[in-house]
């Protein structure tokens, strides 16, 4: 055996072992992190969420009625796909326990699906295994793999369907296209935000296709095999929606939040008044006050009142858009850079008060939302540094990845970049929250490998 061929013999088998102890990491960190939660409540109760009880419910739903309802009505604000699993918990006679072990397997998932994904882009070597680790020891990450809420389940599946996409672009097989189609529909059925995603990775199908001079009749064909890969596996559910409840769209927690927190927001400022006292006179979280105000709807189907919602809000926000976009761009700014550290602090079961960063930050602004938390909690604040620095160089070296890295491998990172874009503008608005950040972070991982290595070997060129 030739010389090279013995040295990358060796290599291999001393990447496998990296893996495989990046692995063994991942899974330590997150089943040490869990310990630790229920250590410092001392009950199954500290890996619930506000959002968390409505999945079970609607788990234990599906197990003693076979239906997917809530309150004896078809449910059409949630998905079925979280509460569907955690419905094997609920069999199992311990929901939480079974909820926390899926996502941290979910969340450790994530991690080789991110090196296995940088393989594709990057071939075996350090930048796959560099962006493996900052996976492995991604904050956010760590802490929503201990919460019942459907983050990890998400994000593996966007990570999955991220990997088959990269794979198409190098190939052009249908079949990895259909793969890709099959893991982000599983994703649109845990969270219904992935629905218009299809769309804009359609177009980037025929765009990057054509820029590559591949054949107009090849890149329309792969991308209507795309696009209808995962819509005609949606389609169904949406008419279920429509026969039960008169709702025509794959989930109505779209008008829901557009009403309750998007045209509640814009019309809290532009009225000079306190957006959750503005939340709380539309009627969230109590239905009885938005009855009162509009008695003709309390007969209506379910559908019909949140496509009224949907409607009321649009309506108001064409009108004033440019309020709105200021609003917009504060959730995104909110999702990007809100590193978690209250919310860590709650899981913790340290003193943080009842502060909530996203109200706060609508009706004070970004400087004076640090103020008060550092009169509240210094504690929040120091920790709030600390998380945000690896989520700053994080973006910092994503930059730095992009730009050195562009020309290499500009058609992997333009996919990367369509969809990541998708993600981030999505998550505007004052639903933006630091948890909607964590499936963009396998994809921020992979531009900041790359940076990371450039910016490592550049600085030890420099030394030497």
């Not at 995962?230 to 829901?256: F, K, T």
């Not at 899981?347 to 602004?365: T, W």
């Not at 290499?408 to 998550?427: E, K, N, P």
């Amino acid at each position: 055996m030739k010389r090279r061929e013995v040295e990358g013999t060796l290599f291999r088998r001393s990447e496998r072992v990296y893996v495989a102890a990046l692995l063994f990491l991942s899974l330590a960190l997150r089943v040490g992190f869990a310990f630790l939660i229920y250590y410092r409540h001392g009950s199954l109760n500290a890996f619930y969420a506000d959002d968390s009880y409505g999945y079970v419910r609607l788990a234990k739903m599906l197990v003693a009625l076979g239906r997917f309802t809530a309150e004896g009505r078809p449910e059409i604000g949630r998905t079925p796909g979280f509460p569907l699993l955690l419905s094997v918990g609920v069999l199992l006679g311990n929901v939480a326990l079974f909820g926390v072990v899926i996502n941290v397997i979910a969340s450790v998932a994530i991690v080789y699906v991110t090196y296995a994904t940088a393989v594709l882009i990057f071939g075996r070597g350090r930048i796959s295994l560099l962006a493996m680790a900052l996976m492995a020891v991604e904050p956010l990450s760590i802490m929503y793999a201990v919460r019942l809420l459907t983050e990890p389940v998400f994000s593996l599946l966007i990570a999955v369907f991220v990997y088959w996409l990269i794979r198409y672009r190098g190939s052009h097989h249908p079949r990895d296209l259909l793969f890709s189609s099959l893991a982000l529909t599983l994703a649109i059925y845990i969270r219904p935000i992935a629905y218009y995603l299809p769309l804009f990775v359609g177009a980037g199908i025929i765009f990057l296709g054509r820029v590559a001079r591949i054949g107009w009749r090849v890149v329309a064909r792969d991308a209507i095999l795309f696009m209808l890969g995962v819509y005609l596996l949606v389609l169904p559910w949406q008419v279920r929606n429509y026969v039960r409840s008169e709702y025509p769209g794959v989930s109505a927690i779209s008008d829901v939040n557009l009403y309750f927190y998007h045209y509640a927001a814009v019309r809290a400022m532009e009225e000079h008044r306190p957006y959750r006292e503005m939340q709380r006179e539309l009627g969230m979280p109590d239905w009885r006050v938005y009855y009162a105000a509009h008695p003709e709807q309390a007969s209506w189907p379910q559908g019909r009142i949140f496509r009224s919602l949907g409607a009321t809000a649009r309506s108001y926000l064409i009108r004033h858009w440019r309020p709105y976009a200021v609003v917009y761009a504060k959730g995104v700014l909110l999702t990007l850079g809100d590193p978690g550290a209250i919310e860590l602090m709650r899981m913790l079961n340290l003193k943080v008060g009842e502060r909530n960063l996203l109200s706060d930050f609508l009706d004070r602004g970004g400087g004076n939302t640090l103020r008060v938390l550092w009169v509240h909690s210094k504690v929040a604040v120091l920790l709030s540094f600390v998380l945000f620095l690896y989520t700053f160089l994080c973006y910092l070296t994503s930059l730095l990845g992009l730009f050195t890295g562009y020309h290499a491998y500009r058609f992997d990172f333009l996919f990367l970049i369509l969809i990541l874009g998708y993600f981030v503008l999505a998550s505007g608005g004052p639903t933006g929250i630091h948890r909607f950040r964590v499936p963009m972070m396998s994809l921020f991982v992979l531009f900041s490998s790359y940076g990371l290595m450039y910016a490592m070997m550049h600085t030890v060129v420099e030394i030497y």
